[in-house]
C-alpha cells in the first residue's frame, strides 16, 4: 500500500517512479533520486550480531536496498528514507538502532497509527525545518525501532515528546533525510508533501 501512496505523492510532484524490488538485479542507470521506504523490521544481525529475531524480517529486501545505498550513496544521489528506510539508511552509514521501544516510551503511546496524533519537534537549524517550515508539527508512528547511534554524517533533525529520534540528515548534501514517520499517508498535508516537492527539485540538479 504504500508504494501507491509515495508513486500518487512524487507523480504530484511531477516525478516519474519505478518501483524497485529485490526481483530487480540492479539500479537503472537513469534514476535520480531514491526513496526507501518502510516495511519489516531491519535484520537486527546487521548491526547487533547477538541479537534474536523478535519480528518479521525480509533479509531478500535487505540485501538488495543496501546493495542499492552502498552504489548511490558515493555519487551524493537525493535519498529519503522513510521509517524503515531511515534506519536502513543509518544501519547502512554505521549506526544501529533501538531493537524495541516499548521501554523508552514514558509520554508517548506504543500504539501504531496511521493518523498525526505524536508530536515531532524539529531543530530549526536543520534542513527539515526549512522543509517542513515549522518548529513543532504532528506526525503519525508505525514503528516499534528507531535510530541509536548514529551513522556517519548524519545528524539528529527532529525527536519526539520522549526524545526519540524521528529524523535524521546529513548536511553536507543536497538532499540525504530519514524520517520515522510515513508522510506518504499525510497527503492532505501541505508540510509533508513538501518532503516529496523537495526530493523531487533536488534530484532534478
Known amino acids: 500500500m504504500s508504494w501507491w501512496f509515495i508513486r500518487w505523492a512524487l507523480h504530484r510532484a511531477g516525478a516519474e517512479a519505478i518501483h524497485l524490488t529485490p526481483e530487480h538485479r540492479d539500479i537503472p542507470s537513469h534514476v535520480d533520486g531514491i526513496i526507501i521506504s518502510g516495511g519489516d523490521d531491519i535484520d537486527q544481525g546487521l548491526y547487533l550480531p547477538d541479537a534474536p529475531e523478535i519480528a518479521p524480517m525480509n533479509p531478500r529486501r535487505d540485501r538488495f536496498e543496501i546493495r542499492a545505498l552502498e552504489k548511490l550513496l558515493p555519487t551524493g544521489i537525493p535519498i529519503l528514507g522513510i521509517c524503515r528506510g531511515a534506519q536502513l539508511l543509518n544501519v547502512v552509514l554505521g549506526g544501529s538502532l533501538h531493537v524495541d521501544l ?5 509520554r508517548t503511546s506504543n500504539r501504531r497509527m496511521l493518523l498525526p496524533h ?5 531543530d530549526t537549524n536543520s534542513h527539515l525545518f526549512n522543509i517542513l517550515g515549522e518548529s513543532q508539527c504532528r506526525i503519525n508512528s508505525l514503528h516499534h525501532q528507531a535510530i541509536d547511534r548514529l ?4 545528524l539528529i533533525s527532529a525527536r519526539d515528546l520522549d526524545n526519540i529520534t524521528q529524523a ?7 538532499f540525504r533525510l530519514g524520517v520515522q514517520w510515513h508522510p506518504e499517508y499525510l497527503p492532505l ?4 508533501r513538501r518532503l516529496f516537492d523537495e526530493l523531487c527539485e533536488a534530484a532534478s540538479q
Open 102 to 106: 516499548r521501554t523508552l516510551r514514558q
Open 118 to 122: 505524536k508530536t515531532l519537534h524539529i
Open 151 to 154: 551513522g556517519e554524517g548524519m
Open 168 to 174: 535524521v540528515e546529513d548536511p553536507q548534501h543536497r
Open 189 to 192: 498535508q501541505a508540510r509533508q
